[in-house]
């Protein structure tokens, strides 16, 4: 008899635990920040077959909780980007998947102006103290050797200056394969996401493993 009234009794002391602030409180998944422009954005898809929903829906199944949050706007060139940056992290993300560049590259803007513009944004992750995964882009051979070897070379630079991880090609296994593209040629189709994420899942997840 005695034991049932304390089992009676054990849901009414817990409540009263919590509402005392007497029990820890559950820690809230990891905040992941999509920081980028239309690749990650999901143009052109169903959310469901964007990149935020297929990450999410990966790094669940390899077991990892995380609050993803796709703060990213398609057609944002880095300059851009660096523009909102401020206003994005009130979100107060605990990590962040950087990718600008590919509207720089489409408009032939001077990758000099993109290496200042991210470098600002790296500055501002490293002052708030929020890891960064950085993601390179590569540019047309259209547009010249010297554009492209410019152009190419700022992510791994600035990979090293600020010594972050980086992902050296956001469209690896994808970029020109007419079957993976959107009619655009320039936007993953679903089966194209499916490959990017696959390639980089072993790169978020680290990134998420030294929070």
Same mark, same amino acid.
């Given at each position: ?45 169903? %959310? ?57 590259? /489409? ?37 010249? %050797? ?61 990134? /998420?493993?030294?929070?």
């Amino acid at each position: 008899m005695i034991e049932i009234l304390r089992d009676g009794l054990r849901p009414i002391i817990l409540l009263a635990m919590l509402a005392w602030g007497a029990l820890p409180a559950q820690a809230a998944p990891p905040k992941l920040m999509l920081f980028g422009d239309s690749l990650m954005a999901g143009y052109g898809l169903p %959310a469901e077959q964007g990149f935020a929903a297929r990450l999410q829906d990966a790094l669940e199944a390899d077991g990892y909780e995380v609050n993803i949050v796709n703060a990213s706007v398609s057609g944002d060139t880095s300059a851009a980007g660096l523009a909102r940056l401020d206003w994005s992290l009130a979100e107060r993300p605990d990590a962040v998947l950087l990718e600008f560049g590919g509207n720089d590259m /489409l408009r032939g803007l001077p990758p000099q102006d993109l290496s200042r513009n991210l470098t600002a944004m790296l500055e501002r992750l490293r002052a708030e103290n929020i890891p960064v995964l950085l993601m390179g882009m590569r540019a047309s051979p259209g547009l010249g %050797a010297s554009y492209v070897a410019a152009f190419d070379g700022v992510f791994p630079q600035l990979a090293d200056r600020f010594d972050v991880p980086l992902y050296p090609f956001f469209l690896e296994g994808v970029a020109t394969i007419a079957v993976l593209n959107q009619a655009d040629r320039i936007h993953p189709n679903a089966e194209g996401v499916r490959i990017i994420v696959g390639k980089m899942l072993p790169a978020v997840e680290a990134l /998420l493993k030294g929070l």
